[in-house]
């Protein structure tokens, strides 16, 4: 086949397929070039004591020494009381287990970043984006500092 002749997709409809085959291939360079693969999800959800249905929480994810946190969501009834906070800490700890040194994530401006600021987490960029006013706020921590004092418990 020459390359000149490959078809190009635009789609909004991700399959599993699409999924894999670009996720695994990024992997395995990725792991070819660090000599080594410590790609872990990472939940720390909040669930119902008597369902154990899932409330919100966390999804991330580390790699490489960096922690992602991808997604954050609680209820609004299950805000402003610490759980958060708790949450937050736990999934920061998570991290710092597996070696992390930074965290990274983004916000937007009309969600949490003052919650984030009040936990150590500072901005390194931001992105207009819509609606109108409103921008993507990069943000990271540095979880060695933190490793440090958490060796000495």
């Known amino acids: 086949m020459d390359i000149r002749d490959t078809e190009i997709l ?12 670009i996720r695994n291939g990024l992997d395995a360079f990725n792991d070819e070039v660090a000599g080594y693969a410590d790609r872990l999800p990472l939940a720390v ?8 249905d ?11 020494g960096l922690l992602f946190l991808d997604l954050f969501y609680l209820p609004p009834p299950l805000r402003s009381g610490g759980l958060g906070s708790r949450i937050l800490k736990r999934f920061e ?17 009309f969600q949490a970043p003052k919650f984030y600021e009040r936990h150590g987490w500072r901005a390194f960029g931001e992105i207009p ?16 500092a933190s490793m440090a004092r958490t060796d000495h418990r």
């Not at 635009?10 to 085959?21: A, G, K, P, Q, Y």
């Not at 959800?45 to 154990?52: E, F, H, L, N």
């Open 93 to 109: 700890e998570e991290g710092q287990r597996r070696g992390c040194r930074s965290a990274v994530l983004y916000t937007i401006s």
């Open 45 to 52: 959800v909040a669930r119902d004591p008597a369902t154990g």
């Open 10 to 21: 635009v789609t909004d409809r991700i399959d599993e397929s699409m999924s894999r085959v």
């Open 54 to 64: 899932v409330l919100g929480g966390a999804l991330g994810r580390s790699s490489l």
């Open 129 to 144: 984006c819509d609606p109108a006013g409103t921008s993507r706020i990069f943000m990271t921590k540095d979880l060695s």
